[in-house]
């Protein structure tokens, strides 16, 4: 394998020329720099990163934590995370905290040992324990809004209110028994948690409301069909839905269609997220721009990254600074099952 010397002898540089032009310094002329290039196609050079990653501080990687990267929204964040990171110039790591050998430790050892140079959460770590201040005094962005109020840096999307405003338009369009689906374990994921009290909150509103709150073992179209004929069944009076996702309101659609079910005269139905499915379907349902959320999360990352630079070579920065709160903006969509 080749390496600075190789590159040194091939071009008649010093190898203080060499080391310079790679690690970013300025004052390389364009000869110099054309002749390093060429040597490094022509030899094959790959620079050694755990190298660089000592003289530099940091090691090109950053880590993101989800719930479950299968799920529409989280893999929409990864998406739009992996894009940006690409862009820095990042290798992005993926934890998802849904299996059962998943611990905190995992991800949040690599911070203590800075193993990474920074770090996205977009669910909440439980116990965070003996690691709550070091993530404080770490490069951390959020993506929670559970974690919104917590000493950190973060950015999310506002569960609470969104929900309240989805059923307000499904009031205003003459709902008045509305069936709330949310996580049978709520306690455990926060956007779901979020939800039910705004579920709570709004029924106190309006004397002639009702609220039904149902569980949806997963977000998908299948649960949303079956539910469709657990609420015919069980909750005949149900005149509106909020699904909370795109997938079980087009199960939730699909099957009204099938059973000659009226929507939006008989059944209102109103999803969240604002999938492509939503689209070709028509669902009135809940935009975030979940990509954009996961790229703008690396931008503040990089920006923090870039922040301690400044400040010296590798010296956790957070306390200096109070933490940024980003609230991104959603849309209601409304469209033909309301």
Known sequence: MSNIKDLARSTGLSTATVSRYLNGHPYVSK???????????????????????????????????????????????????????????????????????WSPDRVLQPVVTRAIDALIVATELEPWGEYAAELERFRVVTCDQALSQAGLHGLYIDHYQ?????????????????????????????????RVSAYEQFASRYSEMRIVQLEAEDDTVETGAS??????????EVDGVFSGSDDLAAGLLLAAREAGLDVPGRLRILGFDDQPLARVLGLSTIRQPVRKMGARAVHEVHRLIQR?????????NGRRHAPDKIRVPYRLMIRSTT
Do not use: W
Request: hydrophobic residues 35%.
């Open 227 to 236: 539910l469709l004929q657990r609420i015919g069944s069980e909750f005949p």
């Open 308 to 316: 301690n630079a400044s400040c010296g070579r590798g010296r956790p």
């Open 31 to 101: 000869e110099a720099q054309y002749a390093i290039e060429l040597a490094i196609r022509e030899l094959g050079y790959s620079p050694n990163a755990a190298a660089r990653s000592l003289r530099s501080g940091k090691t090109g990687r950053i880590a993101i934590v989800v719930l479950d990267a299968s799920h529409p929204f989280y893999s929409a964040l990864v998406a739009g995370a992996a894009g940006a990171a690409v862009e820095y110039g990042y290798d992005l790591l993926v934890q998802q905290t849904c299996t059962k050998h």
């Open 162 to 194: 969104s929900t309240l405003d989805g059923l307000e338009h499904l009031y205003e369009r003459g709902a008045r028994v509305i069936a709330c689906l949310h996580d049978p374990d709520h306690d455990r994921c926060s956007s779901s948690r979020i």
